[in-house]
């Protein structure tokens, strides 16, 4: 799976009132103490690749809905019509494709996490709008014509 290699245990076990089960049990196999992952599916005819592929699916998708709820505000709108919540929504998504996306292009950023690149890109915003502030003030632009060009450019 993905180019790793597993090593996989299964087992269709009765579970008093669940019924079949199939158990699997999974570690990749890269390391001496890779954690043991259990993994229950009611799926009896499927073999355990395909339900470990499933599940690490299935994590991806929870981890995306983690981060739109905690760091990109998915849980936060309170709107009252429809094409406002899609709005809503297209924003979130859209916001997390460009996260991800500069995470794959920026290498120093690899290793972060939503959370953490959202934090980046409020640093650097507010580092470009400190250095613009510098830059308009050091050409000699007095204090109300500063904050119009800034209302102006807010307005782009």
């Given at each position: 799976?993905g180019?790793?290699?597993?090593?996989?245990?299964?087992?269709?076990?009765?579970?008093?009132?669940?019924?079949?089960?199939?158990?699997?049990?999974?570690?990749?196999?890269?390391?001496?103490?890779?954690?043991?992952?259990?993994l229950?599916?009611?799926?009896?005819?499927?073999?355990?690749?395909?339900?470990?592929?499933?599940?690490?699916?299935?994590?991806?998708?929870?981890?995306?809905?983690?981060?739109?709820?905690?760091?990109?505000?998915?849980?936060?709108?309170?709107?009252?019509?429809?094409?406002?919540?899609?709005?809503?929504?297209?924003?979130v998504f859209?916001?997390?494709?460009?996260?991800?996306?500069?995470?794959?292009?920026v290498?120093?950023l690899?290793?972060?996490?939503?959370?953490?690149?959202?934090?980046?890109?409020?640093?650097?915003?507010?580092?470009?709008?400190?250095?613009?502030?510098?830059?308009?003030?050091?050409?000699?632009?007095?204090l109300?014509?500063?904050?119009?060009?800034?209302?102006?450019?807010?307005?782009?």
């Amino acid at each position: 799976m993905g180019g790793d290699i597993y090593a996989t245990v299964s087992l269709q076990v009765e579970i008093p009132k669940l019924g079949a089960t199939i158990l699997v049990m999974e570690s990749r196999h890269q390391k001496k103490r890779d954690p043991i992952h259990f993994l229950v599916s009611d799926f009896l005819d499927r073999d355990s690749s395909k339900l470990i592929e499933a599940f690490r699916r299935r994590h991806k998708i929870e981890e995306f809905y983690r981060d739109a709820k905690q760091c990109l505000g998915l849980e936060g709108y309170m709107v009252r019509s429809s094409h406002a919540s899609n709005r809503h929504w297209r924003l979130v998504f859209l916001a997390y494709t460009l996260l991800v996306l500069l995470k794959r292009r920026v290498v120093s950023l690899a290793g972060k996490t939503i959370g953490e690149l959202c934090e980046w890109v409020y640093d650097k915003c507010i580092e470009g709008l400190i250095s613009r502030i510098y830059n308009l003030f050091k050409s000699g632009v007095t204090l109300p014509e500063a904050l119009k060009t800034l209302n102006r450019t807010a307005k782009l």
